[in-house]
């Protein structure tokens, strides 16, 4: 019996209220993140920042049950429907040079990757921070990371992820049918949002300790262990122009090395599409 008497599970409510009370139960007693839950809002990630730039502390998590204006990579929306999807942003002030916060872009989605796997969702993870599911490699998650750095380094960056639970298929907007998914849609299972993002800010705060250690080469190194865009052959939009070729290797500052026959191409940012099996 459930705790309103009706017997409904208790990862329904999780799923209906995922506010601080019930995320916090998923969290040791010494995790260092301060959780608010909003209905709605236009952008988690507009939230976060309006409040790092008012001065909040490192650990703010801001969450929603649906965004009105969510973004994605690259300009794109963020399609946020009400009560069934992940949206949540978190504030970071780590002791990272301006040049290393890239790397937590890899740090989160390979939090998140690592989340989805602990509940039984198979995954892997897209140059470079792009959640798949299947041989299609559906985009289920993603991150959007911005950052206000000075000259004596970064003054704070907000972590965006957004992942596609809960959401029949049949919600998607038909443009994207073919390129996304959800996890109820590919598994038939519902998840607990307050679980996955428990799962993912649990395993964020490990990986970021990492980062801001010096020990990148061991978050990189987990990272392409999820990866599905190494050793397949890829493109690459880089604005008006298309790389084509064999997707070799990351490095362990994030560039997406691509060899295009005898030539091998450093890409450090754009849109990566897999095209063929290793």
């Known amino acids: 019996?459930?705790?309103?008497?009706?017997?409904r599970s208790r990862d329904c409510l999780l799923r209906e209220i995922p506010d601080r009370v019930h995320i916090a139960p998923y969290l040791g007693s010494s995790a260092p993140w301060d959780i608010h839950y909003y209905p709605a809002l236009d952008s988690t990630n507009r939230t976060v920042m309006d409040m790092a730039?008012?001065?909040a502390p490192h650990g703010r998590v801001v969450t929603?049950?649906?965004q009105h204006a969510g973004r994605g990579r690259l300009g794109r929306v963020w399609h946020s429907p009400p009560d069934v999807n992940l949206y949540l942003s978190v504030l970071l002030r780590p002791t990272l040079e301006p040049s290393d916060a890239a790397l937590l872009n890899f740090a989160a989605?390979?939090?998140a990757g690592e989340a989805l796997a602990?509940?039984?969702i198979a995954n892997g993870i897209k140059w470079p921070n792009d959640i798949v599911l299947g041989d299609r490699y559906l985009k289920v998650g993603g991150i959007l990371s911005e950052m206000r750095a000075e000259h004596a380094g970064i003054e704070f960056v907000v972590i965006g992820l957004g992942i596609n639970l809960n959401m029949p298929a049949t919600s998607l907007p038909d443009a994207l049918r073919s390129r996304a998914t959800s996890t109820l849609a590919f598994t038939g299972r519902i998840l607990s949002r307050a679980r996955v993002a428990a799962g993912f800010l649990s395993r964020l705060e490990k990986w970021m300790n990492l980062l801001c250690s010096g020990r990148r080469a061991r978050v990189m190194a987990a990272w392409r262990e999820r990866s599905i865009t190494l050793g397949r052959r890829v493109e690459v939009s880089?604005?008006?122009e298309r790389v084509c070729g064999r997707a070799v290797e990351v490095d362990d500052d994030g560039t997406l090395w691509i060899e295009e026959g005898v030539r091998r191409r450093a890409v450090r940012c754009g849109d990566v599409q897999v095209i063929a099996a290793r």
């Open 1 to 7: 019996m459930s705790a309103n008497g009706r017997g």
């Open 238 to 240: 880089l604005g008006s």
């Open 118 to 120: 602990s509940l039984g």
């Open 109 to 111: 989605a390979l939090s």
């Open 53 to 55: 730039l008012r001065g």
């Open 64 to 66: 929603a049950g649906e």
